[in-house]
């Protein structure tokens, strides 16, 4: 090899290797200082334990991070400092045939560090620049969001918010540019003075000119976001920031640049990791460093990494190890059924799709899909019965009811919850003033952890995720809740009251919450969404006015308050300080103010208030960083699910009760206090036991439930709570007598209790899947429509089965043959299910016709059409959801091309696997062409007398007779010689009758939606 392509290919070689050392040391530098920033940034105990596993963990995942910065590095070096690049920035009379980041012992490339007879290479000249670019962003990053946060705290106004908001960017800008300057001045004397100093300066190596344009685009970026994003999206530029950019993971990025930086530059420096006087032992020593950090990477991936309260760590506590463990999950989920393998997700079989945690596990088929350790049994499958007693004879009035729901409403910020003993604060005197005259439940857990799936679930004692029935998407809300459902309101107005509601936020406009309500006012609601808009004193009076108006008759009232929910906003009445959790026990200080307000206008009329139920409870908590978590939604900690309820019955002595709760129980208790019955099964169990004999029920077990951002279940009783994601198969078991606030998981050293727990929350999963109420399971009502009682008489048989599970018992065509060359039909096939199977299998159909002998002396097939390839009823029908017995029916259009030369055309159906749809399921079928089943040949145009329209391919004549089918063609058995004509004549053959008979009128022919596009969910 010459010389120059020698010097190329190590300079290509040695920017690889620098390159990929300094992103890896850059990337597990960074990644462990983050874990320490999150183990400092956790509140309460962290065992020793766990910070030593968490550290090997950081470092795994930095090491994967920083690997791949090193890679991309390496090669954009390679690729980039070559010959040209070397002579611009260094000014050498005569460059190599390559240029590196790495100094020779034999001669002094062009980056090595200048020394103080050396002239400085003309990239010198940019690097105080570079300088005053960061610590510009980084000053421009730390004001903004202080200047903004004060501007919030001061001001209700978003257009003042908005405003002295930008002016103070475009001046904090203008000054940081000025110091900027001075910045350029001194690093340049600093040059002057330290010519030696550029080994240290991570911005004296030619790999930062790589990152040359980083700055001024972020700059660019920040002013516009800070300073445009704050008119257009009225103020909450701050909050859209902290989500896209928080603050640890915008300063996990720098510091990773910046590290990387150091590194190009020391590496590039002649700094070597392995000190020069050990040179006869670089290579063993470097071996063993690889290999000790091997091992420590593997047992973080295997072992250490997949501990609970590690993964909780990694996960919610720092973004960056988000990000890498979100990478490894996709690297080892090898068949993309959702779970990997390592970091404790645990996929059992990772190349069997259908087996997973998480899976649906087929009742007593055998096999353990959820990776669980047994097959489920049928007999867990049953709804626990419910505590009952009746109502004592003197409180059975026709009382009014009055439903107020609060939104995010923690219950120890509460003087009932101890909040005022704890702190000294008093931020719910009336409530507090209504508790010491009702019975108050001390612990409530909401059923979700947001208002979008937790209201519904108070209003119709059922489970947002996995109960009620629900419509499409509205933009920017929930999903419609469907006329399906019964709620509150129908269940008052349906035992004669009058009903009143008073919404607050913009979720119940047109949401469906109106059902069963007379006077339904969302004024406060439709105006244009105001995260700062201030509402209790308004519900109070539009309350107030409601009562007075439907005096004389009896009502029920539910009024919602919104102003605890964030955006906190500052009330000039009572502060208790200026973080956001002061701002926010304003909040509930300013909406109790408000509801005593309606509660003394009540007391002030003693028929009122001696004649009407009030209930008081919220739908969910927030949390203040007690598990890493600002605001609500995403976890089903303590702090964001419990909730205070307040039940006052006139005249019943006060009492707290030690029930353990739910706003479910909300429904069924109000229907007990006031005979009216709902009608329908629901989750929530009445409280009138508690209420009136102190009953309690220590063994029962409430749910809780979040999607976002993964799928999460809880389960609850008086001494444990378990919380699993579904997802990453990973779980906390809390012990609530010991840890109340949940700070210890001991779902590793309580294996007794994690086991019972983990089965409480499997059966509950179970139950609410395998239910077949389409009332009270959303997921068996959107498949309703699949599930028949029996066959139509007028349908088609042709038999066939498949893994001796799935039975062809009919098909029919709407409309009915013959069809015109243009015809669209839809054909709807029935299958019987003889059996329970895990697969989800996809149904398609074709048609299409062959002639017998083409030009080529080959059989010659003509214009095929084919349908989708579907799962039934779009996943919510899937096989493996069938139970024996079950008769599912599926349709699907076809399209008959207007320039199909023949007058017959084959039909012809088969069923593929759900994960790829191409892997064909075989049939047991008497005709069989190419995996697919004839289902029959259809006459096309008018026909001709005595033709009939269909001709089954049982009936076919034998091969080798006139008219007989083409054996040999791609279309098989069932394909009649088509030169000829129309199909050979023969009688209508009158289809076999049913083997179920209908229980009524045929249903008639419809075509399910599709597009759905997956399983049943849970």
Known sequence: MSTRPRALWRSVLDNLRVGLTAGVLAGMVATLGDAIITIARTRGHLPFGVTLR???????????LGGLLGVAQGVVLAIALGRRTARWLT????????????????????????????????????????????????????????????????????????????????????????????????????????????????????????????????????????VVG??????????????????????????????????????????????????????????????????????????????????????????????????????????????????????????????????????????????WGGDLSAKTLTLPPGQSAPVPPEFRRPYNVLLITVDTVRFDHTGMGGYKDRTGRDTTPNLDRLATESVVFNDVHAPSAGTMASMPAILTSKFFHSGIALGPDRPHKGPLILPENRLIGEVMKDAGYRTGAIV?????????????????????????????????????????????????????????????????????????????????????????????????????????????????????????????????????????????????????????????????????T?????????????????????????????????????????????AITKDWKIIGNIRSNTYQLFDRRNDPWEKNNVYSTSPAAARDMQHKLQEWLDRLFFARDEQSNQSFRQARANFVDAVPASAHKVPATWMDAIELVGWEANPPPPWPKDAKPVITVYFRSMRTIAESLRLELMVSGDHPIGPDGKPQNYWPSSS????????????????????????????????????????????????????????????????????????LGDGKPGTPAVVLPALMPPPGSPGAPNPGGPGGPGAPAPSTGPAPSAAPIPPTPAKVAPKAAPPALVTPKKGIGAKRPR
């Open 504 to 668: 607050t936020h913009d979720y119940f406009v047109d949401w469906g919450t109106d059902q069963g309500i007379d006077d339904y006012d969302q004024d406060i609601a439709s105006g244009p969404r105001d995260p700062y808009l201030v509402t209790s004193n308004t519900v109070t009076d539009k309350a107030l006015a409601w009562i007075a108006a439907n005096a004389g008759r009896k009502w029920f009232l539910w009024a919602h308050y919104l102003d605890p929910h964030g955006r906190y906003v500052a009330h000039p009445d009572k502060s208790f300080g200026n973080t956001e959790e002061d701002i926010y026990d304003g909040e509930l200080y300013f909406t109790d103010k408000h509801i005593g307000r309606l509660l003394d206008s009540m007391r002030k009329n003693p028929g009122l208030w001696a004649n009407t139920l009030i209930i008081v409870t919220s739908d969910h908590g927030d949390g203040f960083n007690e598990h890493g978590i600002i605001n609500h939604a995403v976890a089903l900690y303590r702090e964001i699910i419990s909730v205070p309820l307040i039940i006052r019955v006139p005249e019943l002595s006060p009492r707290i009760s030690d029930q353990l709760a739910t706003p479910l129980d909300v429904l069924p």
């Open 54 to 64: 968490l550290l090997p963990t950081a470092l795994t995942l930095g090491l994967i």
């Open 91 to 226: 000014e050498a009379d005569e460059p190599d045939a390559g240029a590196s980041l790495v100094g020779d012992s034999d001669e002094t490339t062009a980056f090595t560090p200048s020394h103080d007879d050396e002239p400085r290479p003309r990239y010198w000249a940019i690097t105080p620049y570079l300088w005053a670019g960061a610590l510009w962003l980084a000053g421009f990053m730390f004001f903004v969001p202080r200047m903004m946060r004060s501007n919030m705290r001061r001001f209700n106004a978003r257009e003042l918010i908005a405003g002295r908001s930008a002016v103070q960017a475009l001046v904090l800008a203008a000054a940081l540019t000025l110091v900027g300057v001075l910045v350029v001045r001194a690093v340049r004397l600093l040059g002057r003075l330290l010519r030696r100093m550029d080994t240290a300066n991570p911005f004296a190596s030619p790999g930062a000119a790589l990152f040359v344009l980083l700055f001024p685009v972020v700059a660019v970026g920040a002013i516009v976001l800070y």
């Open 868 to 939: 989708a390839s579907i799962v039934f009823g779009g996943g919510f029908a899937a096989t493996s959801s069938w139970r024996p017995g079950d008769i599912v029916r599926e349709s699907l259009p076809l399209e008959i091309r207007p320039d199909f030369p023949l007058t017959w055309a084959d039909l012809r159906l088969r069923l593929t696997d759900d994960a790829s749809a191409t892997h064909t399921v075989q049939p047991k079928a008497g005709a069989l062409v190419n995996d697919w089943v004839p289902l029959g040949t259809i006459t």
């Open 230 to 371: 704050a008119k257009a999206s009225q103020a909450s530029s701050l909050a859209a920031l902290r989500q896209s950019f928080p603050p640890q993971l915008t300063g996990y990025v720098l510091a990773l640049v910046l590290l990387d930086l150091a590194a190009l530059r020391l590496l590039a420096g002649g700094l070597a990791l392995v000190p020069a006087r050990f040179a006869q032992r670089r290579r063993p020593i470097l071996a063993g460093g690889a290999a000790t950090l091997t091992l420590v990477a593997l047992a973080s991936l295997l072992w250490w990494g997949g501990h609970p309260r590690v993964k909780i760590l990694t996960e919610v506590g720092s973004p960056a190890m988000q990000a890498a463990v979100g990478l490894v999950h996709k690297l080892t989920d090898f068949d993309r059924d959702g779970v990997g393998m390592l970091l404790g997700e645990n996929d059992c079989k990772p190349f069997d799709r259908h087996v997973h945690p998480g899976a649906v596990d087929i009742p007593d088929n055998g096999v353990d899909e959820n990776c």
């Open 670 to 714: 109000i229907a007990e206090l006031v005979g009216a019955p709902i009608g329908r099964r629901v989750e929530g169990m009445s409280l009138v036991g508690p209420i009136f004999y102190g009953k309690t029920d220590p063994a029962r077990v409430v749910f809780s439930e979040t999607n976002l951002p993964v799928p999460q279940r809880a």
